[in-house]
Nanobody, 128 residues
Framework: QVQLVESGGGVVQAGGSLRLSCAASGRTFSNYTMGWFRQAPGKGREFVVGINYISGVTDYTDSVRGRFTVSRDIAKNTHTLYLQMNVLKPEDTAVYYC???????????????????WGQGTQVTVSS
């Protein structure tokens, strides 16, 4: 079955950087849409970025555009999704989740229900 395992979270000062990783297994992900969501304390889960592997379309939420970059590394039998986070702010503090779903044409989903598979999350804390 599909497994998504995030890593790379931690505590960083404002202005710093972190790179999150999501190790995906159990499928061939070349025809998937993969995304990152986050959930801050007391708030709902929020879309951060998504990438459609068929169309190449990438969508970022406005608050991270220009600071965060999504990328992927596909090798034989492995697939890793990355989220490079620069110029981190205290409001970026959240649990970050990796998500995936079979792609639909060029579309990049931005809502939770559009993703079938989820990781367990990794905590990112940005201190001021």
């Amino acid at each position: 079955q599909v497994q998504l395992v995030e890593s790379g979270g931690g505590v960083v000062q404002a202005g710093g950087s972190l790179r999150l990783s999501c190790a995906a297994s159990g499928r061939t992900f070349s025809n998937y849409t993969m995304g990152w969501f986050r959930q801050a304390p007391g708030k709902g889960r929020e879309f951060v970025v998504g990438i459609n592997y068929i169309s190449g379309v990438t969508d970022y939420t406005d608050s991270v555009r220009g600071r965060f970059t999504v990328s992927r590394d596909i090798a034989k039998n492995t697939h890793t999704l990355y989220l490079q986070m620069n110029v981190l702010k205290p409001e970026d503090t959240a649990v970050y989740y990796c998500a995936g779903n079979p792609a639909r044409d060029w579309y990049v989903g931005t809502r939770e229900f559009e993703y079938s598979y989820w990781g367990q999350g990794t905590q990112v804390t940005v201190s001021s």
